[in-house]
Nanobody
Framework: QVHLVESGGDSVQAGESLRLSCVAT????????MGWIRQAPGKERERVVV???????RYLDSVEGRFTFSKDVAKNTLYLQMNNLKPEDTAMYYC??????????????????WGQGTQVTVSS
């Protein structure tokens, strides 16, 4: 069973940085679709970054150039480096993976493995 645990969320001032981590147990990150998803209260869920099966990485337009995804294979951990944080980045951030061998990425509401989330709060 896939178990994802996020960490690294905090309350920071605008312009500061955070690095989120997502450790997996019961699963080894491979070429399944995966990413970081966020949701703020009263707002739609957003794909912050998605890693497609071919390895391509796509960022949400509003975080492009500020956020960077990385993966440590040895530690079986995903990271999201977030720089120059803005108040609009405030949300619960979830790590998710779709352990599904389809050729494309499904909509994230179908993804079958999610962490519990880590809260990021950015004040102005």
């Amino acid at each position: 069973q896939v178990h994802l645990v996020e960490s690294g969320g905090d309350s920071v001032q605008a312009g500061e940085s955070l690095r989120l981590s997502c450790v997996a147990t019961g699963y080894t990150f491979s070429n399944h679709c995966m990413g970081w998803i966020r949701q703020a209260p009263g707002k739609e869920r957003e794909r912050v970054v998605v890693i497609y099966r071919d390895g391509k990485i796509r960022y949400l337009d509003s975080v492009e150039g500020r956020f960077t995804f990385s993966k440590d294979v040895a530690k079986n951990t995903l990271y999201l480096q977030m720089n120059n944080l803005k108040p609009e980045d405030t949300a619960m951030y979830y790590c998710a993976v779709d352990v599904w061998d389809g050729r494309w990425c499904r909509s994230e509401h179908l993804w079958n493995s999610w962490g519990q989330g880590t809260q990021v709060t950015v004040s102005s």
